[in-house]
């Protein structure tokens, strides 16, 4: 094989018509280096390929395979375009947001871009190792910076919320956080209402924690639902004011 790569050194179709004979099912592999004074098929630096054996048809089959060289942190950005969505696996996890490994290179998904509800903290939403769809929103190619986001992989919980949710309709929700004025029920997966503390029920009381438990599975009725404001009010109370 060594003399047949050799015989046809300086013949750039035989070159190119193997290069593209690289489909071949093989068994063993083995590494070579071009000849001395190859074609210009090769720009700079020397290009190593891979001659494989076909064992599996009785073939003594050279197939050339041109294996590329790894390509840059900067190479891969390139490829990249506002608006893409990649399969990523989340590699850190921070206070102030998740880093995913897209292949070569870290994107930043900002906590704000996590999840469409509210969350404490971005390992509430993603873990270690974790696989995951993530929504290509800007590409620095000068900084090496990607911002990434998860949310936007999925449908916008407030677009349309207005002809979902109305005015004394029966909603059923987990309680996902409760502060001082109030807690937040999570009625969608991505969607949450707030129950104001003058809404949590009749009478006096010191804390929304008095009345509700995080996790705690309640019954209530809608009073506003806005998608411009995006925010939808919920309240305990049978009789809405």
Partial sequence: MSSQIEDHALDEGYWRTLLQDVDRATSRSYLHTPPPHPPALWEHEPTYYA????????EDTLALKKMAKPLTTQDLLVQLRVGDIKLGRVNKVTAFGAFVD??????????SELSWRRIEHPR???TL?????????????QTQR???????????????????YKPGQAVSGLVANIVDYGAFVQVEEDLEGL????????????HPRSVLKFGERVNAYV????ATTRRLALTLKFTLK
């Fill in 51 to 58: 001659a494989n054996v076909d064992q599996r048809d009785e």
């Fill in 102 to 111: 897209l292949g070569g290179y870290d994107g930043l998904v900002h906590v």
């Fill in 124 to 126: 509430d939403t993603v």
């Fill in 129 to 141: 190792k974790q696989r995951v769809q993530v929504y290509v929103m800007s590409v620095d190619i």
């Fill in 146 to 164: 990607v911002a990434l986001s998860l949310k936007r992989t999925k449908p916008d919980p407030w677009v349309g919320i207005e002809q979902r």
């Fill in 195 to 206: 129950i104001h503390a003058s809404e949590l029920g009749e009478g006096n009381f010191l």
């Fill in 223 to 226: 009073l506003n639902a806005d």
